[in-house]
């Protein structure tokens, strides 16, 4: 894989998916990747790279029509937390994926979604059941789960068969439910999980459920909830 986070490369980038997809127009474009889970200490170096170049690009190919929105897509918060403070761009949306979840929430909690509000940010929440786990496999964050995060699972999994919740469901509404989220993205390996999914998001669930989640300490005090108002 080659990495080319330069403006050059952004618009050719773009303009051979036009192609592709035979549209003038592209709705929403995401930077992926410039984190520290890919680029281990070089990662700053990269975002530098995308700063000075892809994203005055793609504000430019915004304000051409060209696309819509455009933002990043990462497994961690630090590189949109970044990207908010930057003052040559102004991203409108941003792809997080594992840091918003029913078994991590805290970080991006304090301070991802606050800063995503203040600056008029959409945040799409990727892998909302941990990348597996939530929804019955045995991955956490693209790898073997540890045996603390399986535990808590299995804690998660206890309330839920109190309650008759599908955990599933829950881990997609929890997602769903803070006023940062535009979108939720869950796993489509096979046509009929669409169905499903559309499904978990408008299950109903108790709010004794939640309550009791809270209770547990599993999920934060601050956390918005799908709860009966």
């Known amino acids: 894989v080659i990495d080319d986070y330069s403006a050059e490369g952004t618009r050719r980038s773009i303009e051979q998916s ?11 474009i995401y930077v992926h990747d410039i984190s520290p889970d890919f680029h281990g200490d070089e990662w700053v170096t990269k975002f530098d790279e995308a700063r000075n170049g892809a994203f005055p690009e793609l504000e430019r190919l915004r ?3 060209v696309i819509k929105s455009w933002g990043i897509g990462v497994n961690r918060t630090e ?9 040559n761009a102004n991203p409108d949306i941003s792809l997080q994926a594992t840091r918003y979840t029913l ?11 606050p800063a995503a ?7 799409v929440v990727g892998a909302p059941y941990g990348s597996g786990i939530i929804a019955g496999g045995t991955h956490y964050e693209y790898g073997e789960a540890p045996s603390e995060v399986t535990s808590r699972v299995d804690q998660m999994n206890d309330i839920a068969a109190r309650h008759g919740v599908d955990l599933i469901a829950a881990a997609l509404q929890f997602s769903a439910a803070h ?7 869950p796993g489509t390996t096979r046509p009929e999980r669409i169905q499903e999914n559309k499904a978990a998001l408008h299950a109903n669930i108790p709010d004794a459920f939640w309550h009791e989640l809270r209770k547990q300490g599993i999920v934060s005090p601050e956390a918005p909830l799908p709860i009966s108002k």
Request: glycine share 4%; proline share 4%.
């Open 117 to 123: 509000q203040e600056q008029g940010m959409n945040i």
């Open 103 to 113: 078994l991590d929430h805290e970080h991006a909690l304090q301070r991802l979604m």
């Open 79 to 87: 590189p949109i937390e970044l990207a908010l403070d930057l003052e």
């Open 63 to 65: 304000s051409e029509g």
């Open 18 to 28: 036009l192609k592709r997809l035979q549209t003038d127009r592209i709705d929403f």
């Open 179 to 185: 006023p940062a989220v535009a979108a939720v993205i």
